[in-house]
């Protein structure tokens, strides 16, 4: 998969990508929860406009992504300095409150986590294959301290082809019921290419949460 989405990146084959902020992020994040100056986990984060978005409602980013071409371009399109700095086996830059760690997910671990208090995946999961999604929620929780709260867009489709896969409501409550409480939030209209997505709202399970 890796060698997947490199290519589509370096081809510029990103029609996933969106030319402005997800709306189901603006209605549902501030019911979230998660108080100015919380960081914002963003895994498989492309050149997501959303993080802008996070940025300019005063949460820092920790975008991570494996196309170093979508995080140039990333930073290419938007304004003030970039430092560029490595750690831990990651190629990262910073511009303003947002940092993008190039890498894989999978070797992004708690010791690099430790600020985290909130995460967003709108194109992660429904980028894995079946067989790599069941790990994918696994280190999510991993990363995420206990009471922390997260945005999830998932995808239904017709046809097994992907990506992006087709990630149906039981499959996300079976992946995610054990570490985290899930919530159901809403149902996209269907559209014409046959995606229809639906976003849920997840509390890291812990001492902290009601359950």
């Avoid at 996933?16 to 108080?35: E, K, N, Q, T, Y």
């Avoid at 914002?40 to 940025?55: F, H, I, Q």
């Avoid at 992504?65 to 371009?73: K, V």
């Avoid at 304004?79 to 070797?107: N, P, T």
Wanted: with cysteine; aromatic share 10%.
């Amino acid at each position: 998969m890796h060698e997947h989405w490199l290519k589509r990146w370096e081809e510029g084959r990103i029609g996933f990508h969106r030319d402005s902020v997800h709306p189901a992020l603006i209605r549902h994040w501030p019911m979230l929860g998660a108080v100015p100056g919380t960081k914002v986990l963003v895994p498989l984060c492309g050149k997501s406009l959303d993080m802008r978005w996070l940025a300019e409602h005063q949460h820092p980013v920790l975008g991570i992504e494996l196309s170093e071409r979508a995080l140039e371009q990333f930073v290419e399109d938007g304004r003030g300095e970039v430092s560029r700095y490595q750690q831990d086996g990651f190629a990262i830059l910073r511009q303003g409150s947002i940092e993008l760690w190039c890498g894989d997910f999978f070797h992004f671990h708690i010791a690099q986590a430790s600020e985290i208090g909130a995460f967003y995946d709108r194109a992660a999961l429904i980028a894995l294959p079946e067989a790599t999604r069941q790990r994918y929620a696994f280190h999510l929780a991993q990363l995420i301290p206990p009471g922390a709260r997260g945005l999830l867009v998932s995808l239904s489709r017709s046809g097994d082809e992907g990506p992006p896969f087709h990630v149906d409501g039981a499959e996300v409550r079976r992946l995610f019921d054990p570490n985290f409480i899930v919530t159901h939030l809403e149902d996209g209209e269907p559209e014409a290419n046959g995606f229809r997505e639906s976003v849920w709202a997840l509390v890291r399970r812990g001492p902290t949460t009601d359950e």
